[in-house]
């Protein structure tokens, strides 16, 4: 998860986007869908674009890495190998 490997808790993300620490919580555990505004909240938060958070093909790595050289001012990401929205945030 990018949230992880820059070295966030729930807790900080979730202050950062202006979220409940439990509602990031469920979006993890693929537990809830989450609004495009969220999605906005979050990857401002995390410092990525958020079309990068919705892109399947896109390895925690690689967004990690544009992550780190990105200026962008939410995140359940589709996995086609599960079928089903997993959280990369």
């Known amino acids: 998860m990018v949230r992880q490997s820059i070295g966030l808790s729930q807790e900080a993300l979730a202050h950062e986007a202006g979220l409940d620490r439990t509602y990031i919580s469920s979006i993890e555990r693929n537990l809830r869908n989450v609004s495009i505004g969220n999605i906005e909240?979050?990857?401002?938060?995390?410092q990525v674009d958020p079309r990068d958070l919705?892109?399947?093909k896109l390895s925690v790595e690689k967004l990690a890495a544009r992550r780190s050289g990105?200026?962008?001012a939410p995140f359940g990401v589709y996995d086609a190998s599960f079928g089903t929205n997993v959280a990369t945030f």
């Open 54 to 56: 919705l892109d399947p």
């Open 41 to 46: 909240r979050i990857a401002q938060a995390l």
């Open 70 to 72: 990105s200026n962008v």
